[in-house]
């Protein structure tokens, strides 16, 4: 075909709000199935802390796999939830060659320059894998959250709106503060709804018009391209998804909020709290069942009085960096703590808690420095069938996406596959 007219044509057609992708990159394998309907909801959060941890102080022993081990001095505050979590190690994003990316690609294990393009790739994200199932009985198929630092996207957490991409490996914006966050949960919508209801007409029409006339496209495409534009018009479905999502929600109020709105301008310790509890509200209200939250260590590291730049703190050595990162890894775990006290304090309509149904994944894409393997990553909650109380050690340079497959699996998914992974991680399975 002569690509070049063919792809001018529709993006007239289609008044150039929506373009062909770049025909040149295989997308990945769906799931076909989702949980059994009457088990209760299953849940899952990914918290993501962008620069890493404190090598010496946050790992536990390589030479003390399973259950009898001792909880580092970073982990330490977890004790009492000693039993709800794994440590994973020897996982890593072998595909990853970002030093200072913690987040971009932790939850999908892309290679950056997949597409052939010799720019920026990235693939759809283990958070959203989950929401195409999990969300479709929510009000948000997922909510995606930030921490309030002025450049998330600086060195630590790395280029992104949010841990989230989606099923085309663009960025997913976040809500960036625990008072926007209020709103969106639990505040009755401004506009009436008659405008809400046309503005979704709106939208509708313009992907009516463009499923019209790219019908043929696909005539004349080779194998890889073929798959390409499969994965371009699967967004499109998820767009048309979302929005009958908005459509059933459209006349059904918005919970009562189970706590009081929050103030304006809290950072670092007291908004990561906030934040947690607005999670919890989320779950426990089933406004979402996936959440995501790239949380602020810039606002984190101010609010404890640490003057050490977030960036100098991870090229630690000794003296003050050294007790900076070792301040930040206690105080995280710490919050941590009570994300997980709180979860398995709050009952589900069914008066289960909710730790018992929910997955909690914390962690990042760096280890420490610039080091990318051995990734820290920490699994907690009964709600995949996760062994918990363990610290995993796994066969070095293990994909890390085989830690999501697993869990994936775990929350009621068929899915083949999870970005780079070679399969479940049978270790983590109880």
Not at 154 to 166: F, Q, Y
Not at 171 to 179: F, I, L
Request: aromatic share 6%; proline share 5%.
């Amino acid at each position: 075909m002569n690509a070049p007219q063919n792809r001018r044509k529709f993006l007239r057609t289609a008044g150039t709000l929506l373009a062909l992708p770049a025909l040149e990159s295989a997308g990945f394998r769906r799931f076909v199935r989702a949980a059994e309907p009457g088990l209760p909801p299953k849940r899952v959060v990914f918290l993501g802390i962008g620069y890493g941890v404190t090598q010496e102080t946050w790992f536990a022993s390589l030479q003390e796999p399973g259950v009898s081990y001792t909880l580092p001095d970073g982990l330490r505050p977890l004790e009492r939830h000693r039993h709800s979590f794994s440590i994973v190690q020897g996982v890593c994003n072998k595909l990853s060659a970002e030093a200072h990316w913690g987040s971009t690609y932790w939850l999908t294990g892309a290679n950056r320059y997949g597409d052939g393009s010799g720019g920026m790739h990235n693939s759809i994200s283990a958070d959203q894998v989950a929401a195409s199932v999990l969300g479709r009985d929510t009000r948000f198929a997922s909510l995606q959250l930030n921490g309030s630092d002025p450049d998330l996207s600086g060195p630590g957490h790395g280029t992104g709106l949010s841990l989230a991409w989606d099923v085309r490996g663009k960025p997913m914006a976040g809500v960036n503060s625990p008072v926007a966050l209020f709103h969106k949960l639990f505040s009755a919508d401004s506009l009436p709804l008659e405008q809400r209801q046309a503005a979704l007409r709106e939208k509708r029409s313009i992907l009516d018009a463009v499923g019209e006339e790219v019908s043929d496209l696909k005539r004349g495409l080779n194998r890889r391209d073929h798959e390409k534009l499969d994965e371009y018009f699967q967004g499109i479905r998820e767009i048309e998804l979302r929005m009958g999502r908005e459509e059933k929600w459209l006349d059904v109020p918005k919970p009562a909020a189970p706590l009081r709105e929050p103030g304006a301008g809290l950072m670092g310790v007291e908004e990561v709290k906030l934040m947690y509890d607005l999670l919890v509200a989320a779950f426990q209200t089933d406004s979402t069942r996936v959440a995501t939250y790239r949380q602020p260590i810039s606002n984190l590291l101010k609010s404890l009085s640490i003057k050490v730049a977030p960036h100098d703190m991870s090229h630690y050595s000794i003296g003050e960096r050294m007790d900076a990162s070792q301040k930040r890894d206690r105080v995280q775990s710490e919050l941590l703590v009570g994300f997980l006290d709180r979860l398995e304090a709050e009952k589900d309509a069914a008066g289960r808690s909710l730790l018992d149904n929910t997955v909690v994944v914390f962690g990042s894409n760096l280890r420490t420095v610039h080091t990318l393997e051995n990734c820290p990553t920490l699994v907690a909650g009964r709600g995949a069938g996760l062994k918990l109380g363990h610290n995993l050690v796994v066969s070095r340079n293990t994909p890390l996406c085989n830690v999501w497959l697993t869990l994936l699996r775990g929350l009621g998914l068929d899915l083949e596959r999870h970005g780079d992974s070679s399969g479940v991680l049978k270790e983590l399975i109880a």
